[in-house]
């Protein structure tokens, strides 16, 4: 088992940056980050492979980038551009890779809210 602790979420204006933070108890990969916004369902936004590869969800492509920081356990989340409808509470996750591009949730933290004013 993991445990796993998200923070970095806030209230920002249209265009603005926030880099989210997921440290997990213990070092794991694939990880991942999802999020859902309200009524909606949850939606896979970027994971990263043990090979340090990424992918990404076609909506947030060019605007967020997913890294990791081995020696602290800790993947991050940079979002760029924010847009009112990335609005939503973000989830880090170990994930599992079903096949190439699709990934699911294993484990999961507790989630941050990021809101985009317009």
């Known amino acids: 088992q993991v445990q796993l602790v998200e923070s970095g979420g806030g209230l920002v204006q249209t265009g603005a940056s926030l880099r989210l933070s997921c440290a997990a108890s213990?070092?794991?990969?694939?990880m991942g980050w999802f999020r859902q916004a309200p009524g909606m369902d949850r939606e896979f936004v970027a994971a990263i492979r043990w090979s340090d590869s990424t992918y990404s969800a076609e909506s947030v492509k060019g605007r967020f980038i997913i890294s990791r920081d081995n020696a602290k356990n800790t993947i991050y989340l940079q979002m760029n551009n924010l847009k009112p409808e990335d609005t939503a509470v973000y989830y880090c996750a170990t994930v599992s890779e079903k096949r190439v591009g699709y990934f699911e949730g294993d484990y999961w933290g507790q989630g941050t809210q990021v809101t985009v004013s317009s």
């Open positions: 213990r070092r794991t990969f694939p």
